[in-house]
C-alpha cells in the first residue's frame, strides 16, 4: 500500500516497484488507508520535514488492530528524519528518488525471510558443523541404540535429543526429559522409577515413574554425569533388562523405551574418580554425539537470533543493524545457545525501535564486563573501567561541535563489589558515549532517553565517584 501526501506515483516509478516484486495499491487519505490495510503485507509512506505522519499512521494501525510493518520514504535534504523513523520503528527508509529494484528488494527482504523462517522447523542446523551433526543424528534415530550427547551447558543438547525422537519410528510416542541434577537423591529414585501405594510416608496412591510414562517413546536424561552412583546401579539394570520394579513394588514392568543421556561432564574422568560406573558408561554411550560450543559453529548464531526474535516477538519484524551481526558473530558465547538468547531477551527490552544495534547488545560474559540495565531511566548499559576519566562536555548554550572525551578501554575488567555497583558502572558509561556522540546535554539525555534534569543527577553521581569532569564553556 502506497501513501504519499505530497505527490501521486508516475507509472515509471510502479513499473519499477513491479520489477522488484512490489504490487502497488494507492491510497490519498487516512480514511482510504484504513479501508484497504487488511490486505496489505506493507504500508509505504512519505514523510516531509518530521515524522509526525508516520505516527499518525501507526496510531490508526494501532486503534484497527493491525501489524503491518512500514517502509518510508525521505527527501535527502531531510534525513535527520531518517533516525527519527527508524526510532519510531519503520521497518526500512529509503530516500525519495530510489526506485532501484536492488534497494527496493533489500527493504522488503526482512518480510520475505521472515515468512520463509515461519515455515522452517523450529530447530537450526545452519552451520557446516551443525549439519554434518543432524545428518548422523538422523541417521542414528533410525535405530534402536542409546545415544550419549556430549557438550558444554547452554549447547542445546535437549534440543538435539528431541530431533532423535522425531526423527525416529517412536515420534508418535511420548518425549519424557528430566535432569538428573534438579532433585535430591530419594526423589530422583521416586521421579525414575515410581511407587507403589504405601511405599513410604506420604505415599497414598502408586505413582508411575518417568520410564513408565516414556514408554513407547523416549525418555531423556540430562545431566546424567551427577546422578548418585546407587541409582546408577539402578538404572544400568533397568536397562540390560527392560524391566524395572517401582518402590514398595515386587512386579517387574516391561518397558520398552529408548534413552537418550546427555552430560557437560567428562565421564571418562569421573570413572577414574570413583563419580560414575564404568558399565553404564558403555551401556549408555553406545553410539555417542558431540555438540560443539556456539563460537565453534558460528554460522548458526544470526539464524538462531532470528530464531528467538521470532518466538519473543512474533508480531513485528525486528532487524539487526550489520554491526550487531558482526558483534554477535565474533562474540565468544561462553553460555552457548542459552546465553545468546538472553542478549536476544534484553536487546528487545532495550530496542525502542524495530532495529536492534551494538547499543542494544548486553553480554554476561565478565571480559566483556556482562549486563545490567537501570530500570529508572532505561538508559543503554555497557561497561566501564573504575578509572577516573576526565571529559570536556558541552553545554547547552555551547557551539554544535563534538566533544572530546577519552573513553576507557574494554580491556580492563570491571571490579564491582555487588550488583548495583555494575549496574552504575555501565550506566555511567552509557552516560559517557551519549555525551561523545552529541553535541550538548539536551541532546545527550535524549539519546539516552532520560530527561535532562535526570542526565544532570547521573553526571553528579560521576563526580561522586572519583571522576574528574570538565565542562566546556
Avoid at 288 to 314: M, N
Wanted: proline share 5%; net charge negative.
Amino acid at each position: 500500500m502506497w501513501l504519499d501526501p505530497l505527490g501521486d506515483l508516475s507509472a515509471t516509478a510502479q513499473a519499477q516497484l513491479l520489477a522488484a516484486g512490489i504490487h502497488v495499491t494507492p491510497v490519498d487519505t487516512l480514511g482510504q488507508l484504513s479501508m484497504a490495510l487488511r490486505k496489505a503485507h506493507v504500508l509505504v509512506i512519505r514523510l516531509g520535514d518530521s515524522v509526525e505522519l508516520l505516527a499518525e499512521v501507526q496510531t490508526l494501525i494501532q486503534q484497527l488492530g493491525h501489524k503491518s510493518p512500514i517502509i518510508c520514504r525521505v527527501d535527502r535534504r531531510h534525513m535527520e528524519v531518517t533516525v527519527d523513523a527508524m526510532r519510531l520503528g519503520a521497518l526500512h527508509v529509503l530516500p525519495t528518488d530510489e526506485w532501484s529494484e536492488l534497494s527496493w528488494r533489500a527493504a522488503v527482504e526482512p518480510l520475505a525471510q521472515a515468512e520463509v523462517e515461519r515455515t522452517k522447523p523450529s530447530y537450526v542446523f545452519a552451520d557446516p558443523v551443525s549439519q554434518h551433526l543432524f545428518a548422523l543424528a538422523q541417521r542414528v534415530a533410525q535405530t534402536e541404540v542409546t545415544a550419549l550427547l556430549v557438550g558444554p551447558t547452554g549447547a542445546g543438547k535437549e534440543v538435539l535429543a528431541r530431533v532423535l525422537h522425531e526423527c525416529s519410528p517412536r515420534a508418535a510416542g511420548p518425549f519424557v526429559a528430566f535432569n538428573c541434577a534438579a532433585l535430591p537423591d530419594n526423589l530422583i529414585e521416586d521421579m525414575l522409577f515410581g511407587h507403589e501405594k504405601g511405599a513410604f510416608t506420604g505415599a497414598h496412591k502408586e505413582h508411575k515413574g518417568l520410564f513408565e510414562q516414556a514408554r513407547g517413546g523416549t525418555i531423556f536424561l540430562d545431566e546424567l554425569g551427577e546422578m548418585p552412583m546407587h541409582l546408577q546401579a539402578k538404572l544400568l539394570r533397568v536397562l540390560q533388562e527392560r524391566k524395572l520394579t517401582r518402590l514398595g513394588g515386587e512386579t517387574q514392568i516391561d518397558l520398552n523405551v529408548r534413552l537418550i543421556a546427555a552430560t557437560n561432564k567428562d565421564l571418562k574422568q569421573a570413572i577414574i574418580n570413583k563419580e560414575f560406573r564404568e558399565d553404564l558408561y558403555f551401556r549408555i554411550s553406545t553410539f555417542r554425539l558431540q555438540i560443539q560450543p556456539l563460537a565453534k559453529r558460528p554460522g548458526d548464531i544470526l539464524p538462531l537470533v532470528r530464531q528467538s526474535l521470532r518466538r519473543l516477538q512474533p508480531d513485528q519484524v525486528i532487524q539487526v543493524s550489520e554491526e550487531a551481526q558482526a558483534l554477535l558473530q565474533t562474540y565468544a558465547w561462553p553460555g552457548n545457545v542459552r546465553e545468546l538468547e538472553n542478549v536476544v531477551q534484553r536487546a528487545l527490552v532495550l530496542c525502542n525501535g524495530s532495529v536492534i544495534t551494538p547499543a542494544h547488545l548486553l553480554f554476561d560474559e565478565a571480559s566483556t564486563e556482562g549486563a545490567a540495565v537501570d530500570a529508572s531511566d532505561s538508559s543503554l548499559s555497557f561497561a566501564m573501567s573504575r578509572e577516573a576519566t576526565q571529559i570536556a562536555l558541552p553545554t547547552a548554550h555551547a557551539p554544535a561541535q563534538p566533544s572530546t572525551l577519552a573513553m576507557p578501554q574494554r580491556s580492563e575488567a570491571i571490579e564491582a563489589a555487588n550488583l548495583d555497583d555494575a549496574v552504575k558502572a555501565r550506566e555511567h558509561e552509557a552516560i559517557l558515549v551519549a555525551i561523545q556522540t552529541t553535541v550538548n546535554r539536551t541532546e545527550a539525555a535524549k539519546k539516552l532517553g532520560i530527561s535532562p534534569r535526570t542526565l544532570r543527577y547521573k553526571l553528579a553521581q560521576l563526580r561522586e565517584r572519583g571522576m574528574n569532569l570538565a565542562f566546556a564553556e
